[in-house]
């Protein structure tokens, strides 16, 4: 649900990291950054000055770059105090979405991939946002059946948004000479209905590692007593400051396939439904009560990234193949 803000002070909600506040708009919460580190759910825990500042800072700077490329995220800007940001009111969906580059962590455990291996392609992973039931690992199918999803979501879209964010990082995180080997996402939905980024964007939620060296940047340094977790944080806050800005991929030619689905409104008359159905009655299939008639386009395009692919699919979907007066169309957009 969407939290309904009241005096300014009052805690809406507290997880683990982060305490969230009534922001001064309506429609937005103050998140505070907590320097607590944990790991294991919760079964490693240690305080550690500063820590809050530091994720709050990077998460900052990550959102900044994924807003500034039209990836619709929470993020408002910086609050009142360094470990504090600004962010809109999500309804946030109980799902963990994992993208993953490289093998590190439990997926080399459970399919035995060589650690640091590079994956053909970006993979992605799903788990059911709670602590009670172990934050479990969910197929489609059992997502559907759980009804993770909210009306107005569909799992098509959260993983383009994801597959989208990942493109970005790659390129931006490859010019500091720092490999993105896998992060986790959550996401929600404004008051209208969109789906947006939410939770945040801090190495507690990522796995980075120096391009050259393997050296560790993020929680696993907690969590498995690999380097001091300040030191790591600070050192991809200097490089992510220092960074030389969001590279072009403007040359880039990257291949895609999407699949387009055009069909009449749900509430306008199709006189070629109405056909086929009448048909199908007439040759004895009696038990078809209702059918919509369409048509399915499946392209290969080429595009700079993901984010450009989409745009160009939405307009051969909006102003080609699609009548915007009678008809409606979805599509599923993925790396060739």
Same mark, same amino acid.
């Given at each position: 649900?969407?939290?309904?803000? *009241?005096?300014?002070?009052?805690?809406?909600?507290?997880?683990?990291?982060?305490?969230?506040?009534?922001?001064?708009?309506?429609?937005?919460?103050?998140?505070?950054?907590?320097?607590?580190? *944990?790991?294991?759910?919760?079964?490693?825990?240690?305080?550690?000055?500063?820590?809050?500042? $530091?994720?709050?800072?990077?998460?900052?700077?990550?959102?900044?770059?994924?807003?500034?490329?039209?990836?619709?995220?929470?993020?408002?800007?910086?609050?009142?105090?360094?470990?504090?940001?600004?962010?809109?009111?999500?309804?946030?969906?109980?799902?963990?979405?994992?993208?993953?580059?490289?093998?590190? %962590?439990?997926?080399?455990?459970?399919?035995?991939?060589?650690?640091?291996?590079?994956?053909?392609?970006?993979?992605?992973?799903?788990?059911?946002?709670?602590?009670?039931?172990?934050?479990?690992?969910?197929?489609?199918?059992?997502?559907?059946?759980?009804?993770?999803?909210?009306?107005?979501?569909?799992?098509?879209?959260?993983?383009?948004?994801?597959?989208?964010?990942?493109?970005?990082?790659?390129?931006?995180?490859?010019?500091?000479?720092?490999?993105?080997?896998?992060?986790?996402?959550?996401?929600?939905?404004?008051?209208?209905?969109?789906?947006?980024?939410?939770?945040?964007?801090?190495?507690?939620?990522?796995?980075?590692?120096?391009?050259?060296?393997?050296?560790?940047?993020?929680?696993?340094?907690?969590?498995?007593?690999?380097?001091?977790?300040?030191?790591?944080?600070?050192?991809?806050?200097?490089?992510?400051? %220092?960074?030389?800005?969001?590279?072009?991929?403007?040359?880039?030619?990257?291949?895609?396939?999407?699949?387009?689905?055009?069909?009449?409104?749900?509430?306008?008359?199709?006189?070629?439904?109405?056909?086929?159905?009448?048909?199908?009655?007439?040759?004895?299939?009696?038990?078809?009560?209702?059918?919509?008639?369409?048509?399915?386009?499946?392209?290969?395009? *080429?595009?700079?990234?993901?984010?450009?692919?989409?745009?160009?699919?939405?307009?051969?979907?909006?102003?080609?193949?699609?009548?915007?007066?009678?008809?409606?169309?979805?599509?599923?957009?993925? $790396?060739?």
């Amino acid at each position: 649900m969407l939290m309904t803000p *009241t005096a300014s002070n009052q805690i809406l909600a507290e997880g683990k990291t982060k305490v969230l506040r009534p922001g001064e708009q309506p429609e937005e919460v103050r998140v505070t950054f907590k320097d607590a580190a *944990t790991a294991f759910n919760g079964e490693k825990f240690q305080e550690i000055p500063g820590k809050g500042t $530091l994720n709050a800072r990077i998460s900052a700077i990550l959102f900044e770059l994924l807003n500034q490329q039209g990836i619709p995220t929470c993020f408002v800007g910086k609050g009142a105090s360094e470990n504090e940001l600004i962010y809109r009111n999500l309804a946030m969906i109980p799902l963990e979405v994992v993208i993953r580059n490289f093998a590190y %962590g439990s997926v080399v455990k459970r399919f035995k991939f060589e650690e640091g291996m590079a994956f053909k392609k970006p993979l992605i992973e799903f788990f059911y946002k709670s602590d009670d039931a172990g934050d479990p690992q969910l197929t489609d199918e059992m997502i559907d059946e759980l009804s993770i999803l909210p009306a107005e979501a569909n799992l098509d879209a959260i993983k383009l948004l994801a597959f989208q964010v990942n493109e970005v990082f790659l390129n931006y995180f490859k010019a500091i000479n720092v490999r993105c080997a896998d992060f986790k996402l959550e996401v929600g939905l404004d008051k209208s209905g969109n789906l947006m980024l939410g939770d945040e964007l801090s190495p507690d939620n990522f796995r980075f590692r120096d391009a050259d060296t393997g050296q560790v940047m993020d929680k696993d340094a907690f969590r498995f007593d690999l380097a001091d977790l300040t030191e790591s944080y600070q050192e991809l806050l200097r490089r992510l400051e %220092g960074h030389p800005g969001v590279p072009d991929t403007s040359g880039l030619s990257n291949a895609y396939m999407a699949s387009i689905r055009v069909q009449s409104r749900k509430n306008i008359l199709n006189p070629e439904s109405k056909t086929i159905l009448n048909a199908l009655h007439t040759m004895g299939y009696a038990s078809v009560q209702e059918l919509r008639a369409g048509k399915e386009f499946s392209l290969k395009l *080429t595009a700079s990234s993901l984010i450009e692919a989409e745009k160009q699919i939405k307009t051969i979907g909006e102003d080609i193949l699609s009548n915007p007066v009678i008809e409606d169309y979805s599509y599923i957009l993925r $790396l060739a």
